[in-house]
Structures are given as C-alpha cells and as structure tokens.
C-alpha cells in the first residue's frame, strides 16, 4: 500500500463504522417510539373491574342452596 492510497483506506473504513452506529440509533428510536405507543394504549384502556363487578359463581341446586366449593 503506498502513501496515496492510505486516506481512501481510512475513510472507507470510518463510513463502514458509522453505518452500524446510524443503524443503531434508528433501532433504539424505533423501540423507544412503540414504548411510547404502547404505554398510550394502555392509558386509554377502561381500568380493571372492581371486586364488586367480578362475576359470581351461579347457585348450587343440588344442595341447599349454597355455593359449591371455591377453588
């Protein structure tokens, strides 16, 4: 390799080790950006039923009228 031909060797060299940084940057905006959404869709969700609006087990028939076993 002669004198010339080393600025082209080092500058082909310094663009191939950006290209994976840019990518990464793009990367970490993307993950950064569906966090964003996501936590934004789960705000406007309805908030979890309270224990009073839980659904109840029907009545038992066969006994006297009493709920069959909880598990």
Do not use: C, N, S, W
Not at 38 to 50: D, N, Q, S
């Amino acid at each position: 390799m002669t004198a010339m031909e080393m600025p082209y060797t080092t500058a082909a060299g310094g663009a191939t080790g950006v290209i994976p940084l840019l990518v990464g940057i793009v990367v970490v905006a993307l993950l950064i950006g569906m966090a964003q959404l996501g936590i934004r869709k789960r705000r406007r969700r309805p908030p979890p039923p309270r224990p009073e609006e839980q659904p109840h087990r029907p009545v038992d028939r066969r006994t006297d009228g009493r709920r069959g076993p909880e598990r």
